[in-house]
């Protein structure tokens, strides 16, 4: 198994405009990573960086997850390619709404192909490929993330059992391949715009997403 351990490096009190939070910082360890893209070689070792924001009482009852993957494009610049920036603050609002839940933000960009892929990705994309079509040209994955990092998290916080804000079955899977429980699955449908219409589409036609 290439992921190893998980240690919490920070726990510091975090205001937002959503509410109020602490910000815990976390550095995971992964070993023998293999490459998501065939002509990168394998790390011996590598460290992934994630964050987790949480509001309230976690352990009375299933808190409301979500795991973020960050999009710098859409987080940042509020892009319009894509939906990550309205999920991102459906979640954040979601959480202040139960006064409880833990948002974790995963540096897994582009699905876990780096920035600089993301961008090629999207110059293919202006040229007509779909969102999997261009990964596949340039060599990756559909999708490169792997939830044992946020799995680990979630148990270090001492939960094992999620409500979890998604609209990927994938995701929902994976999180229970590494020991987390989905007792209920949130939606996190958000209003579509013209400019990821189709990006919104290939979610939901080639990767199985449970919107529209
Ligand atoms: N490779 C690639 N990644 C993208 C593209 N657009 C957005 N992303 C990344 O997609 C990730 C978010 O994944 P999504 O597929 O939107 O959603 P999800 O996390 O699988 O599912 P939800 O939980 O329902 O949001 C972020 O890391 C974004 O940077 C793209 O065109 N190509
Ligand atoms: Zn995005």
């Given at each position: 198994m290439p992921f190893t351990s998980v240690k919490k490096v920070a726990d510091a009190d975090f205001p937002t405009r959503w509410g109020h939070f602490r910000i815990l910082g976390f550095q995971g360890i992964f070993d023998n990573s293999s490459p998501c893209n065939d002509s990168a070689p394998s790390t011996p070792t590598r460290t992934e960086d994630a964050v987790a924001l949480v509001m309230g009482?976690?352990?009375?009852?299933p808190p409301i997850v979500r795991i973020h993957s960050q999009c710098l494009t859409g987080d940042v610049f509020h892009s319009l390619r894509c939906d990550c920036r309205q999920q991102l603050e459906l979640a954040l609002s979601t959480i202040a709404e139960a006064g409880t839940g833990i948002l974790l933000y995963e540096q897994q960009e582009g699905r876990g192909i780096g920035l600089m892929a993301k961008l090629r990705a999207y110059e293919l994309q202006d040229q007509g490929l779909d969102t999997i079509e261009a990964n596949l040209e340039l060599g990756y994955k559909a999708d490169c993330r792997e939830f044992e990092l946020p799995a680990a998290i979630l148990r270090q916080l001492g939960v094992t059992s999620v409500r979890l804000i998604t609209n990927n079955p994938a995701k929902v899977e994976a999180l229970e391949q590494a020991g987390i429980k989905v007792t209920e699955r949130i939606s996190a449908e958000v209003p579509t715009e013209p400019t990821n219409e189709r990006y919104l589409k290939t979610k939901r036609e080639k990767m199985g997403h449970l919107v529209g």
């Open positions: 009482e976690i352990h009375s009852a």
